[in-house]
């Protein structure tokens, strides 16, 4: 019992002892079962990690900062990409239930949840991001923007524009309502009259941000454009870099995200800019608890509204 309590750590075995049988070990290459751990009831520290991608760099850095803070606390990490399908997502959470998962985070795809209950026996869900029913109480990290997107309306209306568009997820998604609820009380809040005309809505995906963005450029009836979401945000300003001076001059932009190039691009870009270190870290926190020691939590972390270079003409050579 001397190894067994060893190799677990156990306060009871000598420092020295512990040691020498946990070096041997790894020189044989023993490592513990973790079937067997979750037979004898001790958990697997196994956390899983769902996003729709890792191609932006929100869901990039938000996953290196909880592989950091999981490996920590001894928790082993594993990432599954969802690509925002219920069906892609449904067999990540089978696959996470079939090595006994103790924790999930993930956020959660577009469309009815289904099956899903089934996996998540003595599992400890946590939803980032956007909120979705389970079917059975979860807890969730998410990000307040409300009053950031209204201090980029107002920037906006105070720089001069009264015809502001907006382009974010649709209305599937919660956190696609709460900006875009978010984003008609600051035009409210500034005095501008909302039109549904400049108000588009899609998937939360770069083309959704390319495709509307070009539209309501050529329409000629928007003078600023306000992002609700990472890779919408891209795909907005692909169109506003790509297109002819003469359309963007004036043009106002605020983006959604900052990653590390809107700091310098163009003189730096105006935008919504997340926590995401602490939402990975307060992440990593609530994963490392079992289910049923962990009280549901709500968790909301504020954003900010970031003013740089909110007029993007300069960005193509400038002056």
């Known amino acids: 019992m001397t190894v067994s309590r060893a190799l677990s750590d156990h306060p009871n075995v000598r420092p020295d002892t512990r040691k020498a049988v946990q070096d041997h070990a790894r020189k044989v290459g023993y490592v513990k079962n973790a079937a067997a751990k979750a037979m004898r009831g001790d958990g697997t520290k196994i956390v899983g990690l769902l996003l729709p991608n890792i191609v932006n760099e929100f869901y990039a850095r938000f996953a290196n900062t909880l592989a950091q803070s999981c490996e920590d606390l001894s928790l082993h990490l594993i990432i599954h990409l969802t690509n925002d399908d219920p069906e892609t997502e449904l067999r990540a959470f089978e696959r996470l239930h079939e090595v006994q998962a103790m924790s999930v985070i993930h956020v959660p795809a577009p469309g009815a949840v289904r099956n899903v209950s089934a996996h998540l026996n003595g599992v400890n869900v946590i939803q980032l991001i956007r909120e979705q029913n389970m079917g059975q109480p979860v807890s969730s990290i998410l990000v307040e923007d409300h009053r950031a997107i209204g201090e980029a309306v107002q920037h906006l209306a105070g720089l001069g ?16 309502r709460a900006r875009r609820a978010a984003f008609e009380a600051g035009l409210a809040s500034a005095g501008l ?34 992002c609700g979401g990472f890779e919408i945000s891209n795909g907005v300003l692909s169109v506003f870099l790509e297109a002819d001076q003469d359309v963007v001059q004036g043009m106002g932009f605020v983006g959604y995200g900052d990653p590390s190039y809107y700091a310098w691009l163009g003189g730096g870009v105006s935008t919504i800019a997340m926590q995401v270190d602490e939402l990975a870290q307060e992440a990593a926190r609530l994963a490392a608890c079992p289910a049923e020691e962990q009280p549901v939590n709500r968790r909301a972390f504020e ?17």
Do not use: C, K
């Open 303 to 319: 954003a900010s509204f970031v003013a740089r270079n909110t007029h993007l003409a300069p960005m193509r050579g400038g002056g």
């Open 161 to 176: 524009h009264q015809s502001i568009g907006y382009i974010g997820a649709d209305e599937r998604l919660s956190s696609g």
């Open 193 to 226: 009259a909302r039109d549904d005309r400049l108000i588009t809505l899609g998937a939360p995906d770069f083309s959704t941000g390319q495709r509307n963005a070009a539209r309501l450029l050529a329409t000629g009836n928007v003078t600023a454009i306000v």
